[in-house]
């Protein structure tokens, strides 16, 4: 960039370089360091991308440790949970008759 304005000053200077086609150099090499930014970024990427699948499908193919319970156990805890959540709700309506009046 440093070398652009450096020769594009010496040309503007002496009359041979207009300051547009300066600019227009200028900025097609900015654009073409940012597109080899973006390639590198590419790049270095693609393994990180290939590592990570490898680690998904580690935890993919392992067993599962988690057992379904038993449909008996599931309904009698949800009976208590129904009780204990009656009787919460019957103490707050209770209290909050209590405070309105």
């Known amino acids: 960039m440093q070398t652009f ?3 594009g ?6 009359g041979t370089i207009e300051t547009g086609a300066i600019m227009a150099a200028i ?3 900015i654009q073409i360091l940012m597109r080899f930014g973006m390639l590198t970024n590419v790049i270095l ?5 290939q590592i990570s699948a490898k680690g998904i499908y580690e935890v993919l193919d392992m067993p599962l440790s988690v057992k379904e ?3 008996a156990a599931i309904a009698g ?4 949970y129904r ?9 707050l309506r209770i209290r909050i008759i209590r405070t309105v009046m």
């Open 5 to 7: 304005a450096w020769v």
């Open 9 to 14: 000053g010496k040309g503007v200077r002496n």
């Open 27 to 29: 900025s097609y090499s």
């Open 45 to 49: 990427g693609i393994p990180r991308g």
């Open 69 to 71: 319970p038993d449909q």
């Open 77 to 80: 805890d949800y009976r208590q």
């Open 83 to 91: 009780r204990r959540q009656k009787k919460l709700f019957g103490i």
